[in-house]
């Protein structure tokens, strides 16, 4: 069982998370810690310049208001709403918290996958933890 688990969670996919969730409570030690994470993607700068900065952070509220709502009956969990790089973001958070253990979705791997890769794939590869994808 787990003592620290993380769940790293879209923005954009706040619906997604009562799988996670339930993954999660079946995997915890009783008294176990979940923290939710959700990481809003940096915009390229010549992109931010061009765009008010008010637009960011509507966007901001509106994604961290839906995960709340998504997690109004979860008491215990604890949400984080940052901005950067998911997969580095996600890493770091893995060590900020201490986790043992992450739940991440993956998704069906389309064109910028290959080239790019996906977030829970660089997850899987370098966390220093166990990780559970759901897909």
Same mark, same amino acid.
């Given at each position: 069982?787990?003592?620290?688990?993380?769940?790293?969670?879209?923005?954009?996919?706040?619906?997604?998370?009562?799988? +996670?969730?339930?993954?999660?409570? !079946?995997?915890?030690?009783?008294?176990? *810690? $979940?923290?939710? /994470?959700?990481?809003?993607?940096? %915009?390229?700068?010549?992109?931010?310049?061009?765009?008010?900065?008010?637009?960011?952070?509507?966007?901001?509220?509106?994604?961290?208001?839906?995960?709340?709502?998504?997690?109004?009956?979860?008491?215990?969990?604890?949400? +984080?709403?940052?901005?950067?790089? !998911?997969?580095?973001?996600?890493?770091? *958070? $893995?060590?900020? /918290?201490?986790?043992?253990?992450? %739940?991440?979705?993956?998704?069906?791997?389309?064109?910028?996958?290959?080239?790019?890769?996906?977030?829970?794939?660089?997850?899987?590869?370098?966390?220093?933890?166990?990780?559970?994808?759901?897909?």
């Amino acid at each position: 069982m787990y003592h620290n688990i993380l769940i790293p969670v879209a923005p954009d996919h706040p619906e997604r998370l009562s799988e +996670q969730l339930s993954v999660a409570r !079946a995997l915890a030690a009783d008294g176990a *810690k $979940i923290t939710v /994470v959700s990481v809003i993607e940096a %915009v390229p700068l010549y992109i931010a310049a061009e765009v008010p900065a008010v637009i960011f952070e509507q966007a901001q509220d509106e994604a961290e208001e839906a995960l709340k709502t998504a997690l109004k009956d979860e008491a215990d969990v604890t949400l +984080q709403v940052v901005h950067g790089h !998911a997969p580095t973001l996600i890493l770091d *958070k $893995i060590k900020d /918290v201490g986790a043992d253990l992450v %739940v991440v979705r993956s998704h069906k791997p389309d064109m910028s996958d290959w080239f790019l890769g996906s977030t829970a794939g660089r997850v899987v590869r370098h966390a220093p933890c166990g990780v559970h994808v759901i897909r």
